[in-house]
């Protein structure tokens, strides 16, 4: 809308301009100046805070419409000829009715506009009758096209709608666990070359049950919203946060050598360890890591970095479990535990 008003007063500014460098500038340039003057209001109340969209465009319609009413007017009082301009205004006022507006209104607005125009031609020197008639054809034509426009919108947010619901965990906003399984086959078919790079950790909330027992199952819903907003804003481009199961989250992260990926679950390890959430004692994560070079298929992927987020729990939780590289051995914890503990919940 804020658009469309400052485009309007973009071109009722240059039009006003070319008028002044006519004959008789004040003349002519007294033409433009209302129309610059309306689109300046628009463009004022789209950056009002208070002004919502709805009333922006009921306002919009009822200008114009007052607009050509008082172009009509002048021609009924002069009979002066009937312009284009006065057959694209009242086209103008049909496309954004059938567009803003619910089809009953915006059929009685337009139908008034049309019996305004006939009223018009009926007193012009020059009626422009084959302008008039054409313009009878176009608006039922608008009205098709907007109603149809306005359908194929409707369905289209519909299916996206859908979609999301289909493939987002409707708690975290994540993807859910049939999406996540496909991302995974997906990535894995595009690292079938470079299995190095393609990286799977599993992600378990440390001593989750303790928290829905003893605080109840909303703050649990609080806790894991906040660790999968933790661990998606960690994701390097391309990777993907799932909710696996219950407390357990499945993080994909493509092209990372390994010291990349190890530094990225550290850094997602202490983003959890920083959440301060009220009444919730501090949470913590444990993490296994495993690479889709070490595993024939991504069934066996899962189950490996599930192996090393279980050796991660029993050596004390709030820790990474992974492959070894250079600056990492691998199969022993790399993070160290804030609570021993050597049970998985």
Known sequence: MQLLAALATAVNGAVLLYLWL?????????????????????????LWPRATLHSLHRLSVLILLTWFASNVYNVTLTARPITSGLLIHLILIALFSFTWLTVRPAALLVAAGYALLIAAALTSR???????????????????????????????????????????????????????????????????????????????????????????????????????GALQAALPPGGAAIRWGGEEFLLLLPDQT???????????????????????????????????????????????????????KAAGRDRLTGPPTPTHNGGLPDTPATTPDDARP
């Not at 086959?185 to 928290?211: G, M, N």
């Open 22 to 46: 006519q004959a008789d500038p004040q003349r002519q340039a007294d033409r433009a100046l209302p129309a610059l003057l309306v689109s300046l209001t628009l463009l004022a109340l789209t």
């Open 126 to 228: 020059q009626p422009d009758v084959p302008g008039v008639i054409l313009t009878a054809f176009t608006l039922p034509v608008i009205w098709y096209l907007t109603q149809h426009g306005l359908t194929v919108n409707r369905e289209r947010i519909r299916n996206e709608t859908l979609q999301t619901l289909a493939t987002t965990d409707p708690l975290t906003g994540i993807l859910n666990r049939r999406a996540g399984q496909a991302a995974l086959d997906t990535a894995a078919a595009v690292h079938a070359h470079h299995p190095q790079h393609l990286w799977a950790a599993l992600i378990d909330i440390d001593h989750f049950k303790r928290v829905n027992d003893d605080l109840g199952h909303q703050t649990g819903d609080t806790v894991l919203v906040a660790v999968a």
């Open 258 to 312: 390994p010291e990349q990926a190890h530094t990225r679950l550290h850094d997602m390890l202490g983003r959890v360890r920083t959440l301060r959430l009220p009444g919730v004692p501090p949470v913590t994560i444990s993490a296994g890591l495993a690479t889709l070079r070490e595993a024939p298929s991504t069934l066996a992927l899962i189950d490996l970095a599930d192996r090393r987020l279980y050796e991660a």
